[in-house]
């Protein structure tokens, strides 16, 4: 009977979910909605729903849940990213490396492969990244003629980096419901994420050496700086971004100051920024609150309504079928493993990743572990494969954020330029599948 329970728990879901309502809403919903069901049939000694028979043990784990220390940092990295996106950083950045690497085979692509990890280290914030890179590199790009579908895909993935490199608010999020150190997680991210972007460069290179009218040489008319000064206003440019990345993940790595203090820091060093440039006022402040207000609201919801559903899967022993039946795999350990990201990475063509982080990975986590994996290898493979799923149709987000950014772009062209650099993330996901030296070697030198 339990399992008959089970199954109609997770129909309800998946029905209600395609009906179109918000995901946060369907989780807490149906959540709501079982546990007030197992709150009635429990004295009918129908199944074995001891832990619903009050809804407000469930009340009581949700307020756990949602005050959770470990989710402070993520309010102040989204206020850090918000803030960035309105300093002007990235614009001038991109201004300075057109005269750097313009002339270079796969310059401007290039430029924003490297734009892309300063802001991936400075903001954590997939949908501002993709759209900020959209706006201010996407036009330029076109007009040195490279080819659409390697443009938006270069952007897209290339946006996609804040949700791997930290500060990643998806790391954040994962270390409180795997109960993991974020600042472990942050470090053994580091390796992957950075060499994800080499990969990046590296396949542009070799494609505008290839197929040199995909990316041909930018040129441009007017006044042209020399090689020196070009090089000076380049680094001026990336100084005071890059003083920022040192000052939040340099203090953790250090050990100087927690994720949590490394969050303050970042938060009040892009204020300053924005006001070093000129674009602090009362009114850009005012926005980046009511921004950074909306966005913290809205993940702590499906927080909320995550620890909700959770809790009712549990209390109908769902963990523990979901457990049994992946030990009754004839796989062994690495198979069940591969089993695991495997389906991870099915489901992040159909769902967000905070709803795989939220219910997903917290039922498979104890399993895993208790194979002996490391807990650390095994976040970051999902994250990994997490990454994926913003470039996956069909809710690939960073799909839409360039269809609606980008004027007169076609979903086919955007899924086609899209399409290898997904590839490059599941051959990085392989490779630290294979080297898990690769996500534990910073964790392992900082302990």
Not at 181 to 190: K, N, R
Request: hydrophobic share 60%; proline share 6%.
């Amino acid at each position: 009977m339990d399992a008959l329970f089970i199954f109609l728990f997770f129909s309800t879901f998946m029905v209600v979910l395609f009906s179109g309502y918000p995901v946060a809403f369907v989780l807490g919903g149906v959540g709501v909605a079982f546990a007030a069901l197992g709150t009635l049939i429990e004295p009918l000694n129908i199944a074995d729903v001891a832990e619903l028979r009050m809804i407000g043990f469930v009340a009581n784990r949700i307020f756990d849940t949602i005050s959770s220390y470990s989710l402070i940092p993520m309010s102040m990295f989204i206020f850090m990213g918000f803030m960035l996106d309105r300093s002007g950083v990235a614009e001038r950045l991109l201004k300075s490396m057109r005269g750097v690497l313009g002339p270079a085979p796969g310059g401007l692509a290039i430029a924003v492969v490297i734009i892309g990890v300063v802001l991936a280290a400075s903001t954590g914030i997939i949908g501002a990244s993709v759209v900020l890179l959209a706006t201010i590199a996407v036009p330029t790009m076109f007009e040195a003629g490279y080819n659409r579908s390697v443009s938006l895909g270069t952007v897209g993935a290339t946006g996609c980096l804040g949700i791997l490199i930290p500060p990643s608010i998806m790391l954040v999020v994962m270390g409180d419901q795997l109960r993991i150190p974020v600042g472990d997680l942050f470090m053994g991210a580091l390796i992957p994420g950075t060499g994800l972007a080499l990969i990046f460069v590296l396949f542009i290179v070799v494609t505008a050496l290839l197929v040199p009218g995909a990316m041909p040489k930018y040129t441009r008319d007017g006044p042209k700086l020399s090689a020196g000064a070009a090089i000076k206003d380049f680094a001026g440019a990336l100084l005071a971004p890059l003083a920022l990345v040192l000052a939040v993940l340099g203090s953790i790595v250090a050990g100087i100051a927690s994720p949590t203090e490394a969050s303050g820091i970042g938060a009040a060093g892009a204020t300053v920024l924005a006001a070093l440039n000129g674009r602090l006022n009362w009114a850009s402040l005012r926005e980046v609150c009511y921004a950074t207000g909306r966005t913290t609201a809205f993940l702590y919801m499906l927080i909320f309504a995550a620890a909700c559903f959770s809790i009712v899967l549990r209390g109908y022993g769902g963990d523990e079928t979901i457990e049994a039946a992946l030990r009754a795999l004839p796989l062994g350990p690495h198979g069940v493993l591969a089993f695991v990201i495997f389906v991870v990475f099915l489901l992040g063509f159909f769902l967000d990743w905070m709803e795989i982080v939220l219910i997903v990975a917290p039922l498979v986590m104890p399993l895993l572990t208790s194979f002996g994996f490391d807990p650390v290898w095994v976040a970051i493979l999902l994250a990994i494969c997490l990454q994926t799923s913003f470039l996956t149709p069909p809710v690939g987000m960073a799909l839409f954020y360039l269809r609606s950014s980008v004027p007169g772009a076609g979903i086919a062209e955007i899924y086609r330029g899209a399409i290898p650099f997904v590839l490059m993330q599941i051959g990085v996901l392989l490779a630290v599948a294979f080297f898990p030296a690769l996500a534990l070697w910073l964790p392992s030198v900082s302990n």
